[in-house]
């Protein structure tokens, strides 16, 4: 057995209600027993490797006070921009309903998220990252985040590091909870019941049943519910984003008129009179410049209505002294309304809409007053408030059968896992989408009302032209089989030498079905043609390590792992391909040195490998909408948005065409990590690591609105730019911007680095325990290169869609116990950045919480806390890539200060 420290004993004890936890352990005991912890496959005696791991625990879970798994991440210092958040999928096709956690700030994608050390499959709308939204909290027993990327044991596709959810897997009688959740402003309340039971004691009756259950339902918050985010017409901050697509409708004529004063042709002039221009119609349509504008983000939601429902059951029997078999199945269900604003009429790169001249509703009256006797056609540009709000429903299924066994054999403790996982996201229109073929035939007859409410007949005329049912169907497997085996080898002058090694062979399925609909681009104001992917593939991977305990109070750790990527195709309306073979070897070795009983130091170094997904691979060419408006330039100088502001091509979302690449290369990393852990004093704790994180040939998006801003950033005349992106901007047969060419591309190389730090400390007192912690990370690089010119680009402190890569990001807690009686407070601190102009600050973020609970009655518990205690508001930014506008949904809380209650009762 390995000899324990008085560090690691001490660790053991005080991270027991904290950050990190430990086998259980004895004063004074020779034997202790080994358990296996996150990053590493050999079972150990001491909490602490040579790589750093944070471990939560189900107190301190509880104790954040959080509602779902995506607000305790959120808080995770080690956790920052580049993951996903829920308002996020408010407009944006692209993983609607999914949240992701970003560890380094390098992306979902490069974050590894487990449960019970085992993969999970990805989100279906995505085909990359796992959706944290399917991970019940409720059923979580600890989490384990290994902050060192690329792991030899789970994969060396970690760049970011690990988050491994762990779940209860032996327990006895029974609990169940119910709480609410409830802001002080409007809407967002939360209301909840959780459960588990269990019985048979694996020791004593040589077997254990358990299943856990949950259930939430989060109401909705609206734009306007809130102060902040009421409205997007903020002269206030400089932003002012609306659409020409407006209510009553913007008019402009479409046939030849010419001017009886100056012998012109007019054709395209707008019609002033019939939107009610210059007063338009406040609030929601107002003058902007020469024609009416539509504050169209007041009109969604910030925080979307959803119903949450999670299941695990787990059962374990010890066949014999050397052998036990467990089977688990866990099961999420998540149903998410989005609702953004009503349909606009006009969409970049369609034909313009049409009112026919004779038409019932037809403002003969307005169209004189500007251009008398003009009786032809009009185009509009409108918004149908009439339709109602755009809402959508995304249902989430995630289903994972897993059976398994454990035990020893001729001297080798090994472990086996067969899996089966599959997860399923559905997204239906549910009221205020529309078909553009049938709209078109709708207003050809003239009797519905653009200009002003419609009667029952345009009401019933409207409603022909609404799509309803799926719209897009898609759906991830993961089939895999894994093995290994541990065992201890020789002894040396620290201890006995220990050996595993394993394997974990995976295939991979993906299809991203969009409906045929989606498909044509028939969806009015939609996100373009998006199209159906299907691809599929084999991994396997192989690892050794190596424990080398080579003298007293030093040990070694070697590490090796190899995965090849093969059997990789893909289909799609571009035509079938197949991907060559992609293997890599990523070597890893650590250090853990003892130098006196109150001090560890830790170090390591490592590489890893991962290859592209498969809808990077292989999904077809696809048109959406920018998310940021932005004028064409060459409208703007052949025409002239001042002079005829079409909305196709004036202030508003220009069209861009994504593309899948299939020659991208995977990506490689080097990692290298430095801590140590010190313990000065009895019951306190210090613990400081240092990262470095590099990755060459790392994938990213050029997306639209990135080629917009830097063309606009470095334009030189009218329709002229310095930007490497310059000819990515594609024109029509007349001259305007048809689209801009977007692409997944092999970056040069990005680069994160900086601290961890953390502070423990316990005082035994005769009011109780008062236990003071503090997490923090100091972020001091994170760049990446231009696609183009390989120049290097600092993102810190910088605004980045997915979320700013924060310089400095910590939680503060103090925790008291008293047996009946305990209470905490936790302040949570994000640092400044550079706004989204390259101008403004947006102000550093700060939050207190309070909580207390009362556990004088037997077997029950009961909560209450307050979460952003002083109700803070997100910080003003000027960024334009979301539907909402003034604040960053990746960044801040949206609720305000909420309340909440929870009663635990067990058994």
């Known amino acids: 057995m390995l000899k324990t420290t008085r560090l690691s004993t001490a660790l053991a004890l005080i991270y027991a209600g904290g950050l990190a936890i430990t086998a259980p352990v004895a004063m004074g005991q020779e034997t202790l027993e080994r358990v296996a912890i996150t990053g590493s496959s050999i079972k150990r005696i001491d909490a602490e490797t040579s790589v750093p791991v944070t471990v939560i625990t189900r107190a301190s879970i509880d104790r954040s006070g959080a509602s779902n798994v995506q607000e305790l991440v959120d808080r995770l210092s080690s956790n920052n921009g580049g993951g996903r958040s829920l308002g996020e999928s408010i407009g944006d096709s692209n993983a609607t309903g999914q949240t992701g956690a970003s560890m380094r700030g390098l992306g979902r994608e490069r974050t590894l998220v487990l449960l019970n050390g085992r993969r999970l499959t990805p989100y279906p709308f995505a085909g990359q990252g796992v959706d944290l939204n399917a991970i019940p909290l409720a059923a979580i027993e600890r989490i384990e985040v290994l902050r060192d990327g690329a792991s030899a044991t789970y994969g060396s596709d970690a760049i970011g590091g690990v988050i491994n959810f762990i779940t209860r897997k032996d327990f006895t009688g029974g609990e169940f909870t119910v709480s609410i959740e409830s802001p002080q402003a409007k809407g967002g309340q939360v ?97 902007g410049g020469s024609n009416c504008r539509y504050d169209y983000s007041s009109k969604i939601d910030i925080v979307p209505a959803s119903e949450r429902m999670g299941a695990l059951a787990r059962a374990t029997v010890q066949l014999n002294s050397d052998t036990v078999l467990f089977g688990e199945f866990a099961y999420s269900k998540n149903e998410i309304t989005f609702g953004s604003s009503q349909t606009p009429s006009s969409t970049t790169g369609r034909p313009d809409y049409l009112y026919p001249a004779g038409g019932k509703f037809y403002p003969t009256a307005k169209v004189d007053a500007s251009f008398p006797g003009y009786r032809g056609d009009l185009v509009i540009a409108w918004r149908m ?131 045929d609909i989606a498909g044509s681009g028939d969806i009015v104001g939609g996100s373009g043609n998006a199209g159906k992917v299907k691809g599929e593939r084999n991994t396997r991977g192989l690892f050794a ?187 029509n047969a007349k001259g305007y911007l048809d689209y801009v060419n977007a692409s997944l591309e092999n970056i040069g190389k990005q680069r994160a680095s900086g601290f961890d730090f953390s502070a423990k400390y316990r005082i035994r007192s005769e009011m109780g325990t008062f236990t003071p912690g503090w997490e923090a990370t100091l972020l001091t690089k994170s760049t990446t290169t231009n696609v183009v010119t390989g120049v290097e680009i600092d993102n810190l402190g910088k605004y980045a869609r997915g979320g700013p890569a924060v310089k400095f990001k910590q939680t503060m807690s103090l925790d008291w116990d008293s047996g009946a009686w305990a209470a905490g407070v936790r302040y949570f601190r994000q640092s400044s950045y550079e706004d989204y102009d390259e101008v403004h600050k947006v102000p550093a973020y700060d939050l207190w919480d309070l909580q207390g609970q009362y556990k004088g009655i037997k077997n029950l518990a009961i909560t209450a806390g307050i979460r952003n205690l002083l109700d803070k508001k997100p910080p003003s930014t000027v960024q334009e890539d979301y539907f909402q506008v003034g604040f960053d949904p990746t960044y801040a809380d949206v609720k305000g200060r909420t309340y909440y209650l929870r009663a635990n009762y067990k058994f």
């Open 385 to 515: 408030v009439d339709g109602g709000q755009r809402l959508t429903k995304t249902t989430n299924d995630m289903t994972r059968v897993l059976v398994g066994a454990e035990g020893t054999f001729a001297g080798f403790d090994y472990k086996a896992g067969l899996m089966k996982a599959k997860a399923t996201a559905v997204e239906s229109f549910l009221t205020g989408n529309f078909s553009d073929t049938k709209l078109v035939q709708v207003l050809k007859t003239g009797n519905v009302n653009p200009f002003g409410a419609n009667d029952a007949a345009g009401l019933a005329l409207l409603k022909t032209a609404e799509l309803s049912g799926e719209n897009r169907n898609s759906h991830t497997d993961t089939d895999g089989f894994d093995f290994s085996v541990t065992r201890e080898l020789f002894a040396m002058g620290g201890g006995n030498a220990a050996i595993a090694v394993g394997l974990d062979l995976r295939k991979e399925k993906y299809l991203d079905g969009y409906s």
């Open 545 to 731: 390590e190596l424990n080398l305990p080579v003298i007293k109070d030093v040990e070694l750790n070697l590490a090796m792992r190899s995965d090849k990527y093969s059997n990789s195709k893909g289909e799609s309306r571009d035509g079938s391909s197949t991907t060559p073979d992609m293997s890599s070897t990523s070597p890893k070795v650590g250090i853990r040195w003892t130098p006196m009983k109150t001090l560890l130091l830790r170090a390591s170094a490592g590489k890893g490998f991962r290859a592209p997904a498969l809808d990077n691979l292989y999904a077809p060419s696809a048109g959406t909408n920018l998310a940021g408006n932005f004028n064409d330039p060459y409208y703007n100088t052949l025409v002239g948005c001042a002079n005829k502001p079409d909305p196709n091509y004036c202030d508003t979302q220009l069209t861009a065409i994504n593309n899948s690449n299939s020659k991208l290369k995977p990506e490689k990393s080097k990692t290298t990590s430095l801590g140590m852990v010190f313990e000065p004093i009895k019951d306190l704790s210090t613990e400081v690591d240092y990262f470095d994180i590099q990755i060459t040939d790392g994938i990213t998006t050029l997306s639209g609105d990135d080629i917009m801003k830097d063309w606009y950033k470095n334009q030189t005349g009218p329709t002229t730019s310095t930007s490497v992106y310059a000819n990515r901007l594609v024109k």
């Open 191 to 287: 209301k909840g019941i959780t459960g588990g039971a269990g019985f048979g004691d694996l020791a004593k009756d040589k077997f254990n049943i358990l299943g856990t259950f949950s259930y939430e339902k989060y109401d909705v918050i609206k734009a306007s519910d809130r102060d902040f985010s009421k409205t997007g017409n903020r002269p206030d901050i400089g932003v002012v984003k609306s659409s020409g697509n407006t209510f009553p409708a913007n008019a402009y004529l479409n046939d030849t008129y010419i001017s009886p004063v100056d012998g012109k042709d007019k054709a395209g002039s707008f019609v002033p009179g019939v939107p009610g221009f210059p007063t338009c119609a406040p609030p929601d349509s107002f003058k």
